[in-house]
């Protein structure tokens, strides 16, 4: 009684493990991964092509904003400020014919 009861607990367990291995392996099947990665693509598509559009925007905008700054700097570039140092203020002084002594003299 007792081999006929192991005999039944060992066969049960490999008709278990035999339909458990049929199932894994047609999981693996070329054809259920590539519908199981369609299925998680189109789910995922929806948060995935958002993320990429906000993404996309940032990367416009700041990209805008370091033209932006680019553009302000060769303008200063094209333009430079002048060196007080090199400047030379001439001012121009009133000639004072009466003590120049001159005048009339000729």
């Given at each position: 009684m007792?081999?006929?009861?192991?005999?039944?607990?060992?066969?049960?367990?490999?008709?278990?493990?035999?339909?458990?291995?049929?199932?894994?392996?047609?999981?693996?099947?070329?054809?259920?991964?590539?519908?199981?990665?369609?299925?998680q693509?189109?789910?995922?598509?929806?948060?995935?092509?958002?993320r990429?559009?906000?993404?996309?925007?940032?990367?416009?905008?700041?990209?805008?904003?370091?033209?932006?700054?680019?553009?302000?700097?060769?303008?200063?570039?094209?333009?430079?400020?002048?060196?007080?140092?090199?400047?030379?203020?001439?001012?121009?002084?009133?000639?004072?014919?009466?003590?120049?002594?001159?005048?009339?003299?000729?």
């Amino acid at each position: 009684m007792k081999r006929l009861f192991w005999i039944t607990v060992g066969a049960g367990t490999a008709l278990y493990a035999q339909r458990r291995a049929a199932r894994f392996v047609k999981q693996l099947a070329p054809q259920n991964i590539a519908v199981k990665a369609v299925n998680q693509a189109v789910k995922t598509s929806g948060t995935t092509g958002d993320r990429l559009r906000s993404f996309a925007g940032e990367v416009r905008f700041h990209a805008a904003e370091r033209e932006a700054e680019l553009r302000e700097a060769i303008e200063l570039d094209q333009t430079p400020p002048e060196d007080p140092r090199k400047r030379r203020i001439i001012q121009a002084t009133p000639i004072d014919e009466s003590k120049d002594g001159t005048h009339g003299v000729g």
